[in-house]
């Protein structure tokens, strides 16, 4: 049996319970580390196909070249190519994104689409994190069953700035549901907590609700 890579530099995808039970299969290889993407050990382990549910760092040109490389990414390309997508969508007031699973290529977010799964933005990014785990995962048991033909990206390019740090500091003159925005956006263990500053004390928000607008 064929081995197949799953590279994941975050913690939230592994947090998902059929996620979970998936991984323990004995032809499913875990790299969460940087140094173990090495062309050296991928040639040892062989894989049939690599799969990026969220990788921060750039993968080498020779890696995608050789192996069958496919990422994932929370925006309808070619819209929203870049960093913090789902903060990015969220702060535009968009309720709706499409998970893409796309060849990775030499240029970020820009290879052939394989498959979509569209998914609700809303509630906190860690209950956004669990639907895109979901999403991924059932396109990773299609692609490794079947061979997808990729679709070239077709509309406007448009790219997304990785959210800053001081974003998490909330300002006094924004609207409640702006505010609402800001606190689920982050609201994860591997993000910055959203936060108020009153005189000098800081006062971090999580877990919050909105109710009657």
């Known amino acids: 049996m064929k081995k197949i890579i799953i590279a994941c530099s975050k913690k939230w995808f592994f947090k998902n319970n059929d996620v979970k039970k998936f991984?323990?299969?004995?032809?499913?290889?875990?790299?969460?580390?940087?140094?173990?993407?090495?062309?050296?050990?991928?040639?040892?382990?062989?894989p049939s196909k690599i799969f990026f549910p969220h990788w921060s760092y750039k993968v080498p040109a020779i890696?995608?070249?050789?192996?069958?490389?496919?990422?994932?990414?929370?925006?309808?390309?070619?819209?929203?190519?870049?960093?913090?997508?789902?903060?990015?969508?969220?702060?535009?007031?968009?309720?709706?994104?499409?998970?893409?699973?796309?060849?990775?290529?030499?240029?970020?977010?820009?290879?052939?689409?394989?498959?979509?799964?569209?998914?609700?933005?809303?509630?906190?990014?860690?209950a956004i994190f669990s639907r895109i785990?979901?999403?991924?995962?059932?396109?990773?048991?299609?692609?490794?069953?079947?061979?997808?033909k990729g679709k070239s990206q077709k509309g406007n390019i448009f790219y997304f700035k990785r959210i800053h740090k001081k974003l998490s500091k909330i300002q006094n003159n924004l609207p409640i549901g702006k505010i609402y925005d800001q606190i689920r956006m982050l609201d994860s263990k591997e993000y910055p907590v959203a936060y108020f500053k009153f005189q000098n004390i800081k006062i971090e928000i999580s877990n919050a609700k909105l109710k009657n607008k």
């Open 133 to 148: 785990a979901d999403s991924i995962l059932i396109m990773i048991k299609m692609m490794i069953k079947k061979t997808y």
């Open 23 to 46: 991984i323990k299969k004995k032809n499913i290889v875990i790299i969460t580390s940087k140094d173990k993407l090495k062309l050296k050990n991928l040639k040892k382990l062989n």
């Open 63 to 126: 890696i995608t070249k050789n192996y069958n490389c496919i990422c994932f990414h929370t925006s309808p390309l070619p819209f929203g190519r870049g960093g913090s997508p789902i903060q990015n969508l969220i702060l535009m007031g968009k309720k709706f994104s499409p998970v893409c699973a796309l060849k990775m290529t030499d240029k970020i977010d820009a290879g052939p689409i394989y498959l979509k799964k569209k998914i609700s933005l809303a509630g906190s990014l860690d």
